[in-house]
Nanobody, 116 residues
């Protein structure tokens, strides 16, 4: 069973930074594509960033140049470094695992609030 546990959310001022972490278990981690999604109040869940098993990355236009997704296969961890945070980044952030295009699991979510 795929298990994903997220951490690192919190309250930051505009322009600040946060690093989200996702700890994975119950799978051959290195074979999975990993993604971060977010959902703000009143909005649908949106894709933020993804990283393939070989390490290539993709980002939503809204976060390009500010967010960086990375993975550590030895530690079975996925990270999202968020810099230059804006109030519109406020959302619950979710870690997601996919295998051969199939959704395999989600984390519980971690709250990120950007406010002065």
């Amino acid at each position: 069973q795929v298990q994903l546990v997220e951490s690192g959310g919190g309250l930051v001022q505009p322009g600040g930074s946060l690093r989200l972490s996702c700890a994975a278990s119950g799978m051959i981690f290195s074979t999975y594509a990993m993604n971060w999604y977010r959902q703000a109040p009143g909005n649908e869940r949106e894709w933020v960033a993804g990283i393939f098993n070989a390490g290539s990355t993709k980002y939503a236009d809204a976060v390009k140049g500010r967010f960086t997704i990375s993975r550590d296969n030895a530690k079975k961890m996925v990270y999202l470094q968020m810099n230059g945070l804006k109030p519109e980044d406020t959302a619950v952030y979710y870690c997601n695992a996919r295998l051969s295009g199939q959704d395999m699991g989600w984390g519980q979510g971690t709250q990120v609030t950007v406010s002065s």
